[in-house]
C-alpha cells in the first residue's frame, strides 16, 4: 500500500505546481499587459502639455517686455517736456522787436487759419502749440511774461474767430506793457489773410453775417476761457 501512495503523492504535488505555475504566468500577462516601447502616448501628451506651457510663459514673458517698454517711451516722453520757459534773455533791443514781429505774424497768422469747427483733438493741438510756443520763445523775459498771461487769459481755441479775436487780445495786452497802440482787433482775420486761392476763399465763412460792431463788442474775459458779446 505505501508503494501505491508515493506516485499518487508525487503526482498530485507536481499536479499543484503546474497550475501555481499557469497561474502566476497567466495572472502577470494579465495584470501588467502587452509588452511596449518606453514612449508610451500619455508620456507624449505630457510633453506636449510641458512644451505648451513653456511657450506661453515665454510668450508672456516677451509681452509683458513690450509692455514695460511701451511705458517707458511714454513715460520718458511726457518727462521730456518743460513746463517753465528756459531760453536766456535776449539784451539786443533791436533783435527783440524783429523777433518779436516776426513771432505775433506768424501766431496770427495760424490763429487765422484755424478751422471754424475744430475737433477736439485740434483744440488740444492748438492747446498745447500756444503753451509750447511761449516756451521756447527766443527771448526767455518775453517768454516769461507770455506765461503768465496765458495763466491770465487761457487759450480760447472753440472756433477760428474766437482763437484770432483771444490772439489780439493777447497782443494788445503786451502792446500796453510796452506802451504801444492798441490793436484793432475787428480786422484781424483780414490783416493776416493766408494768402489762399480764390477758391479756398469762396468757401470762408469765418465770419459769417458778424458785423464789425459786434466784433467791436467782443470782450476776452481772465481765466473764464469765455468770449462775451
Not at 509683458?64 to 517698454?69: D, F, L, R, S
Not at 511774461?145 to 490772439?167: D, E, I, M, Y
Amino acid at each position: 500500500m505505501k508503494q501505491t501512495r508515493r506516485p499518487v503523492f508525487s503526482i498530485l504535488v507536481l499536479f499543484i505546481v503546474a497550475c501555481a505555475i499557469y497561474y502566476v504566468a497567466s495572472g502577470d500577462s494579465v495584470s501588467l499587459g502587452e509588452s511596449v516601447p518606453m514612449s508610451t502616448k500619455k508620456t507624449t501628451q505630457s510633453d506636449k502639455s510641458a512644451g505648451t506651457q513653456a511657450d506661453l510663459v515665454l510668450n508672456n514673458q516677451v509681452a509683458g517686455n513690450k509692455k514695460v517698454a511701451q511705458s517707458d517711451e511714454s513715460s520718458q516722453d511726457v518727462g521730456d517736456f518743460t513746463d517753465t520757459p528756459f531760453m536766456p534773455k535776449m539784451a539786443n533791443e533791436t533783435l527783440k522787436a524783429q523777433l518779436g514781429n516776426s513771432a505775433w505774424h506768424l501766431l496770427h497768422t495760424v490763429l487765422a487759419r484755424y478751422p471754424d469747427k475744430p475737433t477736439d483733438q485740434e483744440k488740444n493741438t492748438l492747446k498745447q502749440y500756444i503753451f509750447f510756443f511761449g516756451q521756447v520763445y527766443p527771448c526767455g523775459d518775453c517768454a516769461r511774461h507770455f506765461q503768465k498771461l496765458l495763466k491770465a487769459f487761457p487759450p480760447q481755441v472753440n472756433s477760428r474767430k474766437t482763437a484770432a479775436l483771444w490772439g489780439c487780445h493777447i497782443h494788445n495786452q503786451v502792446n500796453e506793457k510796452l506802451k504801444k497802440p492798441e490793436y484793432d482787433c475787428t480786422t484781424i482775420l483780414e490783416d493776416y489773410d493766408c494768402g489762399c486761392g480764390d477758391d479756398e476763399k469762396a468757401n470762408d465763412f469765418t465770419l459769417g453775417n458778424t458785423s464789425l460792431e459786434h466784433l467791436r463788442e467782443v470782450k476776452v474775459d481772465e481765466k473764464g476761457g469765455k468770449q462775451g458779446g
